[in-house]
């Protein structure tokens, strides 16, 4: 039985979506990977995809913006939480098949999720894999 949205983001239960890529083929975009980092501490925040318009927006705008394959919409970080990732550098790698954002985070944080005190979090992997299967939170 699959977990709730709430379990999934915030529970210690693993569930991998190891059928991310064939979904994310499916939305019907020219897509390639696009990873998100602090420009200061390095951390990866997060993992997304860019099309074509979400890399011209980006540039332009000076905004972490990347293509919603779930929502298949254009998704430019920040718009409804308010978290916005100032763009500081755009990197492509040597296949010229993925890019790297290097960011300055304007707000609290880049992750859609809040700790225990309604924070954003700085980046999508706050939590840590177990032997046992199980997900350790790492802050909080």
């Known amino acids: 039985m699959p977990l709730s949205h709430k379990e999934l983001e915030e529970g210690s239960v693993l569930q991998l979506d190891f059928n991310k890529l064939t979904k994310a083929a499916a939305c019907g975009q020219s897509i ?4 998100v980092q602090d420009k200061e501490t390095k951390e990866v925040l997060i993992v997304g995809y860019v099309n074509r318009e979400a890399l011209d ?5 000076k905004v972490a913006t990347m293509w919603s394959t779930s929502r298949n919409e254009l998704w ?7 978290e916005y990732l100032d763009l ?9 098949n993925s890019i790297l954002y290097l960011v300055k985070i304007r707000g609290q944080g880049a992750c859609h999720t809040k ?13 840590s894999l177990n032997e046992d299967g199980s997900l350790k939170l790492l802050e909080e």
């Open 88 to 96: 500081v550098e755009t990197r492509v790698n040597c296949e010229q």
């Open 57 to 61: 927006y980006a540039l332009k705008n």
């Open 32 to 35: 390639m990977p696009a990873v």
């Open 76 to 82: 430019i970080k920040g718009a409804t939480s308010g």
């Open 115 to 127: 700790n225990r005190e309604g924070v954003p979090r700085k980046g999508c992997y706050y939590r």
